[in-house]
Nanobody, 116 residues
Framework: QVQVMESGGDSVQPGGSLRLSCTIR????????MGWHRQAPGKQRELVAG???????KYSDSVKGRFTLSRDSAKNILYLQMNSLKPEDTAVYYC??????????WGQGTQVTVAA
């Protein structure tokens, strides 16, 4: 059984930084893609950053240059370093892991609030 657990969400002022962590427990072989999504109130969930097709990294235009995706393969942790945070980054951030042939898994989400 795969478990995906996010942590690191908090309330920060504009311009601040946070690092989110996503720990993957269970099966770690056969991962096709992994990444961070977010959902703001009243909006659809959107991809923020993700690894796909091996080592390819994709970022949404709204976070390019501010957010950095990284991973610790030995510890099965996916990180999202978020700098220069803006109020529009406020959302629940979710980690997603996609496996070849067996679907994907979501974490419970972690709240990020950016406000003065």
């Amino acid at each position: 059984q795969v478990q995906v657990m996010e942590s690191g969400g908090d309330s920060v002022q504009p311009g601040g930084s946070l690092r989110l962590s996503c720990t993957i427990r269970g099966e770690i072989n056969g991962i096709a893609a992994m990444g961070w999504h977010r959902q703001a109130p009243g909006k659809q969930r959107e991809l923020v950053a993700g690894f796909t097709g091996g080592s390819q990294t994709k970022y949404s235009d709204s976070v390019k240059g501010r957010f950095t995706l990284s991973r610790d393969s030995a510890k099965n942790i996916l990180y999202l370093q978020m700098n220069s945070l803006k109020p529009e980054d406020t959302a629940v951030y979710y980690c997603n892991v996609l496996y070849y042939g067996s679907g994907d898994y979501w974490g419970q989400g972690t709240q990020v609030t950016v406000a003065a």
